[in-house]
C-alpha cells in the first residue's frame, strides 16, 4: 500500500475501537460522510471487507480484526517514538566540544558550562584549552572562541563578553627599583615576562595604542610562558612586569599588591566572541550553550 494511504489506515483503526462512525469521526474531526467514503475505498483497494455495518453497531469483520491486531501495536510503537523524540526537545542531549584559550575558558565559558550541566544532566561537553587559531571544522569542534576582530568573515560570531583591556603590571616592590615608564619604549629597560603563543609564531610582542597610534613591542626578560596563570604568580612574586587581561589582575592591584603602568597606551578592544560555521544547523543543547552565553551587557 502507497504512503499516501496511511491515513486511511488511521481512519479504520479509529473506527474498529470506537466501533461507531459517530465517535470516530468526532475524534478524527472529520464528518461521518467524509469517513465513510474513506473505509470504503480502503475497502475497495483492499478488495477486502474489513468491517460490518448495521443500523445499531459497526464491528470488524475477521480480516479487519487482523488488520486492527497486526497494524494498531505499529502505529502505537510510532506515537510512542514520536513522543519520545518530543522528550529529547524538550530535554536536550548529546556533546559539544569548544576550543579557546584558558583565560576565555576560566572567564566565560566554564560559568556559562557550569550552569547548564546542572540544569540538563544529558548534555556533555569537552573544553579543549589552545592558544592557537584551531579550524575548528578540521578538529571537528562545534565551536570556537576568539576575539571579534579574529572571527573569520563567513563564521557566524556571538559576542560572549565585554570589551576588554590588557595592561601592563609589577609589584610595588619592583617598580620602586627601576626606572619610571612613560612610554611603551621604556620598557626596554625592564625585565618583563613573556609568553609564547602559537598564533605569534614566537614570543608574543606588547600590542599599545594611543591616538591613532599602534606600537608592537618585543620586550626581554628571563621567563617564558605558555598559560597566564603561572604568568601572573611569576609577576605577583617581583620577577618582572607582565601584560596581562585587566579582569585577571584588578583584584591585585586594590590588594596594593600589583600597579598598572601604560594605562594611556591600553584601550578597550572587541572581547570574546563565540564563532561556528553558517552552515552549522543548531542541536537544541548548542542552542541552550549559544543563548546561555550570549553577552547581554
Request: overall charge neutral; hydrophobic content about 40%; some cysteine.
Amino acid at each position: 500500500m502507497s504512503r499516501q494511504n496511511y491515513n486511511d489506515l488511521l481512519a479504520f483503526l479509529a473506527v474498529a475501537r470506537e466501533q461507531s462512525f459517530t465517535r470516530a469521526a468526532a475524534q478524527l474531526g472529520v464528518s461521518q460522510s467524509a469517513l465513510s467514503h474513506t473505509i470504503s475505498g480502503l475497502e475497495s483497494r483492499l478488495g477486502i471487507r474489513l468491517l460490518t455495518r448495521t443500523t445499531r453497531s459497526v464491528s470488524p469483520t475477521e480480516a479487519g480484526q487482523r488488520l486492527l491486531m497486526t497494524i494498531g501495536p505499529r502505529f502505537e510503537d510510532i506515537d510512542a517514538e514520536l513522543a519520545s523524540m518530543n522528550a529529547m526537545r524538550d530535554k536536550p542531549s548529546g556533546n559539544i566540544r569548544i576550543t579557546s584559550g584558558e583565560h576565555a575558558a576560566d572567564t566565560v565559558l566554564w560559568p556559562a558550562v557550569r550552569t547548564l550541566l546542572k540544569d540538563y544532566p544529558d548534555i556533555r561537553v569537552e573544553l579543549f584549552n589552545d592558544s592557537g587559531l584551531t579550524d575548528i571544522a578540521a578538529e571537528r569542534f562545534d565551536a570556537g572562541v576568539r576575539f571579534g576582530e579574529q572571527v573569520d568573515k563567513d563564521m557566524i560570531a556571538v559576542r560572549i563578553g565585554p570589551d576588554m583591556r590588557m595592561l601592563v603590571v609589577g609589584t610595588p616592590a619592583y617598580l620602586a627599583q627601576r626606572p619610571a615608564i612613560g612610554t611603551p619604549q621604556d620598557l626596554a629597560q625592564h625585565a618583563c615576562i613573556n609568553i609564547r603563543l602559537p598564533t605569534h609564531g614566537g614570543l608574543y610582542a606588547w600590542e599599545f595604542e594611543k591616538e591613532g597610534r599602534e606600537l608592537r613591542v618585543h620586550v626581554e626578560g628571563r621567563l617564558v610562558f605558555n598559560t597566564l596563570g603561572p604568568l601572573l604568580r611569576a609577576c605577583l612574586d617581583g620577577f618582572g612586569l607582565a601584560y596581562l587581561p585587566e579582569d585577571m589582575v584588578v583584584a591585585s592591584i586594590a590588594r596594593g599588591e600589583l600597579q598598572s603602568v601604560l594605562q594611556d597606551w591600553s584601550p578597550p578592544f572587541s572581547g570574546y566572541h563565540l564563532y561556528y560555521p553558517s552552515r552549522r544547523q543548531p542541536s537544541p543543547a548548542f542552542a541552550l550553550l549559544v543563548d546561555a552565553l550570549r553577552y547581554r551587557g
